[in-house]
């Protein structure tokens, strides 16, 4: 027989907020970092795709001024750097220091090199900056491109 | 009877939601205080303006967000240092802010919060008259 609660109660819903609280907590003291995350507060956090024909770099710089970033490929080396000026986007006459509650974002000078695979032409990169992304396709070389194998019947 | 009793078991099986969603990341903060007022700016890389939600219920500021133009179907990963593709943080306010001449502004990744306070909590400057 189906009790009538009345309305519907999930009894698991206090369990589920129970580790996300404990989760929440975890992160705030991490004792235990797994050596292949990043450290936080890493600037810029990068992420790699590939396609067929291309491997696409994405860096998270939000509000960086692109005059001082400087991106540069060599080999299959690809490194950013640069400076970023956070308070730049409080949109202040003069920024000073003791009138922060809080000071979580980046600010300061950067440098980052990732490595890319081997199959990468370093002649044919594009790179763009949008909502604070800055993607970069770099074209595999044609003879590193997978090729599709026709399987004949005989 | 025990027939029944599955079938409402299942039909309540469907009911519960997706309860286990992937936890948004937490965007990092500047909170800077000026004459006028508070100004938040968040990280956000990625939200465009169209998909960024700045609301205030009751005394808590909500931000909110998420990525615009994730990678395709086509693109597989390689290395990702960043996963999710949802911000979220919330602030609880105090009395002294006018919530509703509140201003954001997204630029180039960065989300940028204007609280305006309350008239009579702007500091005044006080004449020191020389005796």
Known sequence: MPINWGF???P???FDRLQQELDRLMEMTRPFVPIRSVATGTFPVINIGETNDNILVYIFAPGVDLEKIDLSIEGNLLSISGERDASKALKVEKVEPERFYRQERFSGRFTR???LPESIDPNQVEAS???GIIKVKIAKKEEKKPRRIQVKAN | MAEQETKELATR???VPAARKERPMVPPVDIYEIAEGLIVVADMPGVSKEKVDVRIEENVLEIRGEIDDLP???VSPLYAELTG???YRAFTIGPEF???KVEASMEAGCLRIFLPKVESEKPRKIEIKVA
């Open chain 1, 8 to 10: 519907w109660m999930d």
């Open chain 1, 12 to 14: 698991f819903r206090e």
């Open chain 1, 113 to 115: 090199v990732v490595s």
């Open chain 1, 129 to 131: 900056y949008q909502n």
């Open chain 2, 13 to 15: 099986e469907e009911k």
């Open chain 2, 72 to 74: 395709g179907e086509e």
């Open chain 2, 85 to 87: 593709k949802e911000y």
């Open chain 2, 98 to 100: 006018d919530l509703d």
